[in-house]
């Protein structure tokens, strides 16, 4: 099992740009997960997924999308990139709920200039 | 208040030292805590799931004190291996991790 993969590693926007930062998993877990870790700071809830076509929003969803049509990928959508959003972003999946251990993808680096 | 608050670090401490690592929570109704290590610029990863008896992994030893919405991680006989940013994590409907506290294990 690869567990869960990120692409890209790192990337650099400018600002007002798009893009979509993938994530897949192959443990077939029911819930997923996006969070971005700024410098020092604890990773903080973007959108989570209990299941393919179900979406919810997290503690930070401002400026992002997330669709979940399989069980296996969950991106992350940037419409308008802004300077704010330079930060580490991970994808996590967990089998049931949320108290589950989750797996953490290696993460993207984003730099927005 | 932070829902999660940890130890602010660094820990600087030489190999073979014992360090203890406190956290605080803000709700009480949370249900499950977890420890986990972050080696730097990379993804956490679980160390450790902390039950209300406490419980022991090698030389990690995980206590909740529900009462005091407090949890500890104490390391035993650190290794240079050791050093990494440990996060502790809790569970009240969706997990909310803390700052993490970083410890730096020197020879």
């Known amino acids: 099992n690869a567990g869960v993969t990120q692409t890209p590693k790192f990337r650099i926007l400018k600002i007002g740009q798009s893009m979509t930062l993938q994530c897949t998993q192959d443990m077939n877990h029911n819930y997923m997960y996006w969070y971005r870790q700024d410098p020092g700071m604890g990773l903080k809830l973007i959108y989570y997924?209990?299941?393919?076509?179900?979406?919810d929003k997290g503690e930070v969803p401002n400026g992002y999308n997330v669709s979940r049509s399989t069980t296996e990928d969950f991106p992350l959508r940037l419409e308008l990139a802004a300077p704010s959003q330079t930060s580490v972003y991970f994808c996590?999946?967990?089998?049931?709920?949320?108290?589950?251990?989750?797996?953490f993808g290696p993460g993207t680096r984003l730099l927005v200039l | 208040r932070k829902e999660v608050e940890q130890d602010p670090g660094p820990f600087n401490v030489p190999e073979g030292a014992t360090v203890a690592f406190n956290c605080t929570y803000s709700n009480s109704a949370s249900q499950s805590f977890f420890w986990y290590r972050q080696d730097c610029r990379k993804e956490p990863k679980l160390l450790m799931s902390v039950y209300s008896s406490g419980n022991e992994d090698g030389r990690f030893t995980a206590q909740l004190n529900r009462a005091s919405q407090y949890i500890s991680l104490l390391i035993r006989d650190s290794k240079l291996s050791d050093s990494a940013t440990y996060l502790c994590v809790v569970q009240g409907g969706k997990l909310i991790f803390g700052q993490g506290t970083e410890l730096s294990v020197k020879p």
């Open positions: 997924s209990v299941g393919a076509g179900i979406t």
């Open positions: 996590a999946s967990s089998r049931d709920r949320a108290g589950e251990t989750q797996y």
